[in-house]
C-alpha cells in the first residue's frame, strides 16, 4: 500500500464514520419528534382517562392535573388523527330497489365509528359491502366486477325464511360474513327484540278493546298451515280479519288502531323455521295485542321473546282448546292482564329495517378484524 492509498482509505473511513453520526442525529431527532406527537395526543384524551391515572401519568412528564382541558383546534385534530378512521360500509344495491335512507349510526342507534355509503365510487376504500339476496341476479353480473380488496369483506343479508329466498348457486366461497334473522348468522339482526324498560319510557297502560281476535293478512294461500289452522279456528272463536285477502285493505295509519283494539293477534309465520319471528310477532307486542303464534315451537320463540307474552298454538291440542281458552281469558281480565306482567321491566322493540342491519353489519366489522369465508352458503341457508 502506498501513501495515497492510505489516505484515500481513511478518507473514505472518516467520511463513512461522519454520515453514520449524521444517520444516528437524524434517528434521534425523529424519535424525540416522534414522542412528542404522541405526548400532545395523549394529552387530549386526558378527559378519558380516570383522574389517577391522570396524575401518574402527568407527573411523569412534569405536568399538572386539572380537570378542565380547553382543547384548542390543533390538539383536536390531533386526536382525531390519532382515532380509528371509521369504518366504512358500502350498500351495494337498496333492497328490493328501495332506498331505506342514510343516517348515522350514531345518532340512530348510538352505533360510533360507522359511516354507510350507497356510493359505488368508494368500493376500494370500503372494509365491507353489504349485498341483499333478493337483489343479486342469478348469474352475479350485477356484484362488483373490479378485484376485491384484500381486507374487505363482502356480507350476504337476507330476512326472509329459505322458503321465501330463491337459492343461487354461485353463492358459496363468496362471502365473508352473515347476515339475517337467524341467531347462527355472523350478525344476527332479528325482526325486533325485548329491551329494559328505560326511565323515560312510560308506564305501560293496556289499550282499550273492543274486539277479541284479529288477524291482517295479505297474501293467503290455502296451503299454508296458518291458512288451515285458521279455517279451523273461525268454527269456534269469531275472528275480525282485515288485508288485501279479505277485500279489507288497511294502510299503516289504521294498522296500529286495528291491532291495539284486538285482545289477540293471530301472528302466523308464512314458512315455518327455526328462528323466523317476523315482525308479525314483534308489532303485536309493541303496540299491545296478546299474540298468538304460529311458527317454530315455543321454545324457539322464547329465545326472543319472555314465555309468558304471547300463546301458542302447540300449547292446545286442537284449534277448539285454543278458542276454549281465548274465551275464557276474555271473560277473566284478571288472566288476561297476566300477559302484560313482563311490561312491567321491558318494551318491545322493531327493528328498522335496512339502516339497522346496515349499522350492526358495519359495527361488526369494525370489531372483528379476523379472516373469514362463508364456505358452503347453501347447506347452510337452504340445507
Ligand atoms: C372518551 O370520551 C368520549 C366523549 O366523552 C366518549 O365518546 C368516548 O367513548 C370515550 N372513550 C373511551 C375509550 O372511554
Ligand atoms: C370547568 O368549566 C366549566 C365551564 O367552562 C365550569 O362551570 C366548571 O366550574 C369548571 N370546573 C373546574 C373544576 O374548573
Ligand atoms: C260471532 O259473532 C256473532 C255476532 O257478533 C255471533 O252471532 C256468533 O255467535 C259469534 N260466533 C262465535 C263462534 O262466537
Ligand atoms: C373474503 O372471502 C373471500 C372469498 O372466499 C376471500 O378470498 C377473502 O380473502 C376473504 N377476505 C377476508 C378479509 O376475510
Known amino acids: 500500500m502506498d501513501k495515497t492509498t492510505i489516505s484515500k482509505t481513511t478518507k473514505t473511513i472518516t467520511v463513512t464514520i461522519f454520515l453514520m453520526a449524521c444517520f444516528t442525529i437524524y ?29 401518574s401519568f402527568l407527573k411523569m412528564h412534569n405536568y399538572e392535573c386539572t380537570s378542565n ?10 386526536s382525531k388523527e390519532q382515532e380509528e378512521p371509521d369504518t366504512i360500509l358500502l350498500i351495494w344495491m337498496w333492497p328490493f330497489g328501495t332506498s331505506f335512507g342514510l343516517r348515522p349510526c350514531s345518532s340512530a342507534f348510538k352505533i360510533h365509528g360507522c359511516h354507510l355509503t350507497n356510493d359505488r365510487g368508494l368500493f376500494n376504500q370500503a372494509h365491507g359491502v353489504m349485498f341483499h339476496h333478493r337483489d343479486i341476479s342469478g348469474d352475479l353480473s350485477n356484484m362488483p366486477q373490479l378485484p376485491r380488496p384484500a381486507l374487505q369483506k363482502w356480507v350476504w343479508w337476507n330476512m326472509e325464511s329459505p322458503t321465501n329466498t330463491n337459492p343461487i348457486p354461485l353463492l358459496n366461497d363468496l362471502f365473508n360474513l352473515t347476515s339475517s ?23 305501560y297502560t293496556i289499550p282499550k278493546k273492543d274486539k277479541l281476535v284479529c288477524w291482517i293478512v295479505s297474501h293467503y294461500s ?9 279455517t279451523e279456528l273461525v268454527k269456534f272463536i269469531n275472528v275480525s280479519t ?15 288502531n286495528i291491532v291495539s ?34 311458527g317454530p315451537p315455543r321454545e324457539n320463540y322464547e329465545l326472543f321473546i319472555p314465555s309468558k307474552a304471547f300463546i301458542h298454538v ?11 281458552h281465548l274465551t275464557l ?8 292482564m297476566q300477559y302484560f306482567t313482563w311490561r312491567e321491566r321491558f318494551v318491545s322493540k322493531r327493528t328498522s329495517f335496512g339502516l339497522e342491519h346496515a349499522c350492526w353489519i358495519c359495527d361488526h366489522i369494525r370489531r372483528n378484524k379476523h379472516y373469514k369465508v362463508v364456505k358452503d352458503l347453501r347447506s347452510w341457508f337452504w340445507g
Not at 382541558?69 to 390531533?78: E, N, R, V
Not at 299454508?224 to 285458521?230: A, D, G, N, P, T
Request: negative net charge; proline residues 5%; hydrophobic residues 30%.
Open 27 to 55: 434517528m434521534y431527532y425523529d424519535s424525540t419528534k416522534n414522542l412528542f406527537s404522541k405526548f400532545t395526543g395523549a394529552h387530549v384524551q386526558i378527559n378519558n382517562i380516570s383522574t389517577k391515572n391522570c396524575l
Open 69 to 78: 382541558i380547553t382543547l384548542d383546534k390543533h390538539l383536536i385534530a390531533t
Open 181 to 203: 334473522y337467524r341467531w347462527d348468522s355472523d350478525i344476527p339482526v332479528p325482526y325486533g327484540r325485548i329491551t329494559e324498560r328505560t326511565e323515560e319510557e312510560k308506564k
Open 222 to 230: 290455502p296451503d299454508l298451515k296458518r291458512s288451515h289452522y285458521y
Open 242 to 256: 282485515y288485508g288485501r285477502h279479505f277485500n279489507n285493505p288497511v294502510n299503516d295509519k289504521e294498522y296500529s
Open 261 to 294: 283494539s284486538c285482545k289477540f293477534y293471530l301472528s302466523f309465520e308464512n314458512s315455518i323455521h327455526r328462528d323466523y319471528v317476523t315482525e308479525k310477532l314483534f308489532n303485536a307486542l309493541a303496540i299491545g295485542a296478546v299474540p298468538v303464534v304460529i
Open 314 to 324: 302447540d300449547d292446545f291440542p286442537s284449534p277448539k282448546e285454543l278458542a276454549d
Open 329 to 336: 281469558l276474555d271473560q277473566n281480565e284478571e288472566l288476561y
